[in-house]
């Protein structure tokens, strides 16, 4: 009895995990269910037949499910939602199209951002917060109405062809709108807080000693910019073209809004095929196609975030 | 270099600073001020000045589809942002605390990955969990579907909270005899209140503003206003839009205003 008492430490520790496993259990039954099993369904739908019907695919296997009707249900396995992505030359032109824009939005948001956030830090101490909560504030507003806002800016008779038309820059309006370029100026607009973010948080932690010991030694500011800030401020970098990047590439509202019929973007085909063309396998498969696409930037920003805590950087 | 030449392209350094920030902000803002100005146009157009009116504004307040969608979306947005703020911060304790358990890998990465899902890959696979369990879509379904994914978010940001909490304290409050359960509402729950409100924030913001997992969630009666918003866009620029989202964007700067005014009254306490 006693020598229970005494050993209450190592008990208690055996118990406290223990009890604070409902709390782990819950939320996780809530993700099994509201994000794993929606997952193998799109896995399930991808590889089943599209049919016209509601809804719009012959089932592979559903519960209640007995030993010999799986085996029969195997048989109604079908790759011809990915044949068809292969085949089609729309589904190749759309991931290729949705590659380039978003790796060209992340690169112009970069080149924004950088001096932008740059500038950002030599603003004095005391009105720093002010400036950049002034940068990411327009971040809070609607995704939907930042975007819209451009559509008045680059239609045929909209606001920049105005001023254009009146400095005498042009003498005919510039088809931007409905065109890819449209949907770069809104990815680059709508994501650049993303990018500015990481950058200035790279930027303003570092120690300024370090740039008035790079003038002493004879550096020129631009030298010491190159040499000193801009190496140490790669992982903001990076982290912001990977937090573009990867949005951009499924990105659905821009591309139909600014877009033109020719614009191609994978996360529009998927929408598209799903409500307009109740496809449900093709997009189910264009769905996991994409994913894997995104695995790949998906994994280099864990393995980025897991190296910046674990330096403490 | 010599001290005056340093100290003039010090001076040049500043004004290109000054420049570029000037050049940014306007980036920034310059579409949202046309925007707003262009919402008291008096003509349909929205490109041409017609002189200033309210009348689009008035319109709004008739238009009844515009009200009912703006009805569903608070509801939608408080219910879902709730929920996933419960979630959201079961999930951080258990991942604080319990540093070693069976699936720890599996839910950590299940937590970070809707955070940079593409919106339409969650949309239609939770549409086709719905589909396959029978359920009818409306509000219900929308919910759980913001708060799926809003529970990531309120977890990242609560999370950090939990860990950098003070061990002693909770030590202190089992070694004076307080039941663990005590223990977590009185002294764990209060001292990370200030993430789970933000997490909620955040939650609600998200919610808010979300066109495409809500148009893949939702049944008829159940248009949130981001896409009443999205259907009108679809048919063109019109005032009336130019006038919800003017109001929109007001609601939004009047409460981040508040929300720093705040900040800065509770920061001049403390000190």
């Not at chain 1, 932690?205 to 008035?212: I, P, T, V, Y």
């Not at chain 2, 309210?54 to 515009?66: D, H, P, S, V």
């Amino acid at each position: 009895m006693s020598a229970n008492r005494m050993s209450s430490t190592p008990q208690e520790q055996a118990q406290a995990p223990k009890r604070r496993l409902w709390a782990i259990y819950a939320p996780m039954l809530w993700m099994l269910i509201f994000f794993a099993l929606p997952f193998l369904l799109v896995v399930k739908i991808s590889l089943s037949q599209t049919v016209l019907a509601r809804p719009p695919y012959v089932p592979v296997f559903d519960l209640p499910l007995e030993w010999s009707d799986f085996l029969d249900r195997l048989g109604l396995f079908s790759f011809e939602a990915y044949q068809g992505l292969f085949n089609d030359p729309l589904y190749l032109d759309a991931y290729l199209s949705s590659v380039r824009v978003a790796g060209l939005s992340t690169l112009v948001c970069m080149l924004i951002a950088y001096p932008f956030a740059l500038s950002l830090t030599r603003v004095h101490p005391n009105w720093r917060p002010f400036f950049f909560g002034l940068a990411i504030a327009p971040f809070c507003t609607s995704f939907l109405i930042r975007v819209y806002a451009w559509i008045a800016i680059l239609k045929d008779e909209g606001f920049l062809n105005h001023l254009l038309l009146w400095l005498g820059v042009i003498e005919a309006p510039l088809q931007i709108f409905a065109t890819d370029s449209a949907v770069l100026i809104g990815i680059v607009y709508s994501y650049l807080p993303f990018m500015i973010l990481p950058i200035y948080v790279a930027i303003e932690r570092q120690d300024q000693s370090l740039l008035e010991a790079a003038a002493d030694l004879g550096a020129s500011p631009w030298s010491a910019f190159w040499r000193v800030t801009f190496p140490l401020s790669l992982p903001g970098v990076i982290a912001g073209a990977l937090l573009v990047f990867i949005p951009a590439i499924g990105e659905f509202v821009i591309p139909d809004l600014l877009g033109g019929s020719q614009t191609l973007m994978i996360g529009h085909t998927i929408w598209v095929d799903f409500f307009d063309n109740r496809d449900w396998p093709s997009a189910a498969a264009a769905a996991v196609l994409l994913l894997a696409l995104l695995l790949v930037p998906i994994w280099a920003y864990e393995r980025l975030q897991s190296t910046i805590a674990s330096e403490g950087l | 270099m010599s001290a005056p030449a340093r100290l003039s392209s010090r001076f040049a350094h500043r004004y290109a600073h000054r420049l570029v920030l000037l050049a940014g902000f306007g980036f920034l803002y310059v579409p949202i001020i046309l925007l707003i100005i262009f919402s008291f146009n008096e003509s349909r157009l929205v490109t041409v000045w017609a002189g200033f009116s309210t009348r689009w504004y008035g319109a709004l307040f008739k238009n009844e589809q515009m009200l009912s969608s703006v009805w569903n979306s608070l509801v939608l947005a408080l219910a879902s942002a709730s929920l996933a703020t419960i979630l959201g911060t079961l999930a951080a304790y258990g991942l604080a605390r319990t540093p070693r358990f069976k699936g720890r890998m599996i839910f950590a990465a299940m937590i970070y990955a809707p955070l940079v899902m593409p919106e339409v890959i969650s949309g239609l696979a939770l549409l086709l969990l719905f589909v396959a369990l029978d359920l009818d879509r409306g509000l219900p379904t929308m919910i759980m579907a913001h708060a799926s994914i809003g529970m990531c978010f309120v977890t990242v940001v609560v999370q950090p909270r939990f860990m950098a909490m003070d061990r002693s304290l909770i030590e202190a409050a089992m070694d004076l005899g307080a039941t663990p359960l005590s223990t977590f509402f009185s002294i764990t729950l209060p001292l990370a209140f200030p993430a789970i409100q933000s997490g909620f924030l955040l939650a609600m913001m998200l919610s808010l503003d979300d066109l495409v997992i809500a148009s893949f969630t939702s049944g008829p009666g159940s248009t949130t206003l981001p896409m009443r918003i999205y259907s009108q866009v679809r048919l063109g620029v019109t005032p009336e839009v130019n006038a919800i989202s003017a109001l929109l964007i007001g609601v939004i700067a009047f409460a981040l205003l508040a929300g720093a005014l705040l900040r800065r009254r509770t920061h001049a306490h403390a000190h």
